[in-house]
Structure formats: C-alpha cells, structure tokens
C-alpha cells in the first residue's frame, strides 16, 4: 500500500507510529484508541471511535423476532444516513446489503438485483463508511470464521464499541443464505428461517460488509458480529454463516454512536417483545444452519 493511500485510511497518516492495535491500545483524555502500525506490517491506521459518525438503526433485532416484517422506513431515507450497512427487505424478501450508496437484494432464489429507493423496508442498520484501519490478511495462510473473527477482536480497543467492518476478499468457500419470503400472517423470525435457502458458494471473491455491536445491545441489534455478503460481480450473496478466507483487506472505523428509529405502525405499538426469550433464539437465527 503506498503512502498515499495510507494516509486516506488513518487521519494521522503512515508515519505516525506506535505500537501494534491490540497491543498498543491507549485511554487518553477519556478517549479509547488503538493505536497505529507501520505499513511494513500490513496494518495501516487506528480505531479510535468517530467524532460526529454514528451507525443509525431502523428498528430494532426485537421486532423481526416478533415477526413484524412490514416496510416501515422508505429505503430513500434509509440511504441518506449512510452508504453502508445490513438489512433486510419488506416481508423478509431477501438480505439486503448496502454498499458504495447501492442497495442489493439477494433473494431465496440465489439472484441479486437493486433495490429502488421508494421501497420500504423493515429493519436497516447504515453508517457512512469512512474506515480507518487497514489490515492485510492472508500472508499466514488461510482463515476460516473463527480465526478471522479472533483477528478482528484483537484489532478492536474495547469490545464495548460499534466497528464497521468491510473485508474485500478471495474466499475459498462461503455459505450463505437467504430468507423465503413471507406472508401475512407474518411467523416469528425464528419459524420463519426454519424454511431458510442456504447456498455453498465454493471460491468466490467479493464483499463481507456488517457490524460489531457490544453485548448489551442484543436484542437492538444484534450483539457481537453480523455480516452479509456480496460477489464482485454482484451476481450472489446473502446472510454470511461461514466462509474461509484465501487473501483479502479488512477495513474498520469505530463508532460511540447509536441513533435508532423506531416504527411508528400499530403492530410495532402493540407487540410484547417482554415474552420472547431472545437472546438464544437471535444466536440461533443470526449462526446457524437450517440444516
């Protein structure tokens, strides 16, 4: 990577160096930081959370557990907090991905198209993607989803932060899946994915996009990592539930910063999200294959 692009992902640029993320992390100021590396490492940049960059939610993990899946939030708007993120689409009609200002739907029938921006959608978590931290992987060989996720924790100066997190990459095999679409009367999510379309993609090469969001928000989002994926050629992807990974860049940028929109619909109103046990039921959902 060269020093111009260096620059581009860590503020304080490649030659302010330090020490190692994870082992040079620093509480300055009230401020928790990592700090940056040398580029001969493969690690570029810092992950001290944005000032003024918040992740924005539409809806909360509760309400599609309780199976409210009706387009609330005119995906125009939902864009206009952010060109990055996760959802899903009215009905449960596919895993949404956002990237480069784009929304991709990929449905149970393995296709990926574009999602216009009149639609509704019922939950979406976006942010302005600005990253700050660069990683190389793959120069040890190659990482399945353990090991990457162990890899990106040891990046992160505290777990009890939101990260955006943007791997491009050449997999050796990703699994994905994508929900059937419902109809009314809407089952709760974890009946719904029980009928869930699963796919063996093999070696393939394109986005992972998703989030790290602490543990006590399970149930708001959803805690620990979420991912979908996306191919180059933006021809499949889907719900990320596990892949390995040949040689790829990690991107993040943290954030101290949650806004949330709640529905304003009398289903929302009215439902007890007090009565479900969520928290196995989001683990199962979120990690687990049908099968």
């Given at each position: 990577m060269s020093g111009a692009e260096a620059g581009a992902v860590g503020t304080n640029g490649p030659d302010s160096v330090a020490s190692a993320p994870g082992s040079g992390t620093t509480?300055?100021?009230?401020?928790?930081?990592?700090?940056?590396?040398?580029?001969?490492?493969?690690?570029?940049?810092?992950?001290?959370?944005?000032?003024?960059?918040?992740?924005t939610q539409f809806s909360v993990i509760h309400a599609l557990m309780a199976g409210l899946y009706d387009g609330v939030f005119p995906a125009e708007q939902v864009l206009a907090k952010g060109d990055f993120g996760i959802g899903c689409g009215e009905a449960l009609n596919g895993e949404l991905v956002f990237v480069d200002g784009l929304i991709y739907r990929c449905t149970s029938d393995g296709r990926v198209s574009l999602v216009d921006e009149t639609e509704r959608v019922p939950f979406a978590e976006v942010v302005d993607f600005v990253p700050t931290l660069s990683v190389r992987l793959g120069d040890d060989g190659p990482l399945d989803r353990e090991a990457f996720e162990s890899r990106v924790s040891s990046l992160m100066p505290s777990a009890n932060l939101f990260y955006a997190i943007r791997l491009e990459a050449e997999f050796d095999r990703m699994l994905v899946r994508e929900p059937i679409r419902q109809h009314h009367p809407f089952k709760p999510l974890i009946e719904a994915m029980k009928?869930?379309?699963?796919?063996?993609?093999?070696?393939?090469?394109?986005?992972?996009?998703?989030?790290?969001?602490?543990?006590?928000?399970?149930?708001?989002?959803?805690?620990?990592?979420?991912f979908h994926y996306l191919d180059d050629a933006r021809a499949v992807g889907g719900h990320s539930l596990d892949y390995t990974i040949a040689s790829g860049t990690l991107t993040m940028q943290a954030m101290s910063s949650l806004t949330l929109r709640l529905p304003h619909t009398p289903e929302f109103g009215a439902a007890d999200f007090e009565g479900i046990d969520n928290d196995m039921a989001i683990r199962r959902v979120e990690s687990a294959s049908a099968h």
């Open positions: 509480v300055a100021g009230g401020t928790i930081a990592t700090t940056v590396t040398t580029a001969a490492s493969g690690t570029i940049g810092h992950l001290n959370p944005a000032i003024g960059l918040n992740i009928t869930q379309a699963e796919s063996e993609l093999g070696e393939t090469s394109g986005s992972l996009i998703g989030f790290w969001a602490p543990g006590i928000y399970q149930g708001i989002s959803v805690a620990g990592f979420h």
